[in-house]
């Protein structure tokens, strides 16, 4: 069931950062593509740049992230390539999956799955199976009714470990995951980890949300006959309460930090800083970079210090 490499004319292993074109990158956004950046560059790898735009999609956001990724001075090889031109990829994996007895058609809404109790084994919210044994008859008359159908997953594990650079081994939940929505796009998990086999990306950094995630998307990665990546989940960007930085937070995004006096390379140096590194250029950075070394703990900015053209929060 596995899959041809995308490019299959250079088989040198890549890393990625792949946004959501739903609005413009913050701070937090940024160091995690500088991270990715950093993490592909010192170890040989290419670094390729995949716009994720299956979901919500803000016109001309894509256009403002790669202008600041580029800002920044981070560079990466080969055209950008976007989800939304590799939708016959997608299906030819859930066709895969559906010829191997791996899917079933679900009709519960959002509101049913968050009101029934939990599956047996899986963890809190974890879809608890309702449609999987479903009869013939009784799928018939659920399309009768006019519900649209989700197709999911057929998992026959309730955990799967993975191995992480920074957080070691990591053992997490799996369910049986969405692969087209009932709206009959493809859904995020399982079109993600046809990306990165099909690109040759043999390395995934990202911030350590997406984590408890993981052990489903590599699980799907084997059922398809597809290598699981590396991974390195690093720590987010917070505010002082603890949650993900937002916009409310204060001048958070690169035209932000323009329009306060800052330049390019001042932001980059900040967030160099923030991982204990010093530099305003990315070589300059990654010259000093060593994994090891990078700090554990999320990095709290202060509304008000955001405010101030130079200040480091």
């Known amino acids: 069931m596995a899959a041809v490499p995308d490019d299959a004319a250079d088989p040198t292993p890549a890393g990625r950062y792949a946004p959501s074109p739903s609005g413009d990158l913050h701070l937090g956004n940024l160091r995690t593509a500088l991270l990715a950046w950093l993490f592909a560059r010192s170890t040989g790898r290419r670094f390729l740049l995949r716009i994720d735009d299956l979901d ?59 009101q029934a109790a939990t599956a047996p084994h899986g963890p809190m919210g974890a879809y608890p199976g309702t449609c999987r044994d479903l009869t013939e008859a009784a799928r018939a008359r659920k399309r009768a009714e006019g519900r649209p159908a989700a197709l999911r997953l057929r998992a026959d594990v309730h955990e799967f470990t993975v191995h992480d650079q920074l957080h070691g081994d ?80 204060g001048a958070v995004t690169l035209a932000d930090r323009r329009a306060l006096g800052n330049t390019p390379e001042q932001v980059l140096a900040l967030l160099a800083g923030s991982l204990g590194l010093a530099g305003n250029t990315p070589s300059q950075v990654l010259a000093r970079f060593d994994p090891a070394l990078l700090p554990g703990q999320p990095w709290i900015v202060s509304p008000d210090r955001l405010l101030q053209p130079s200040g480091c929060p």
């Open 56 to 114: 919500r999609v803000r016109p001309g956001a894509q256009e403002r992230q790669l202008a600041d990724l580029a800002a920044l001075g981070l560079d990466w090889d080969g055209p950008v390539v976007r989800q939304s031109g590799r939708l016959p990829r997608y299906d030819a994996a859930i066709e895969r999956l559906t010829a191997a007895g791996r899917t079933y058609e679900c009709y519960c809404t959002r509101r049913e799955i968050q």
């Open 170 to 249: 990591y053992r997490g939940p799996v369910d049986d995951v969405v692969l087209r929505r009932g709206d009959g796009i493809p859904a995020y998990n399982l079109a993600v980890v046809v990306d990165d086999a099909e690109q040759g990306v043999d390395q995934v950094v990202r911030g350590d949300d997406l984590l408890p995630s993981t052990p489903r998307q590599a699980y799907l990665a084997t059922l398809l006959g597809l290598p699981v990546p590396h991974y390195a989940h690093v720590p987010l960007v917070l505010n002082e309460e603890g949650k993900r930085l937002a916009k409310r937070d």
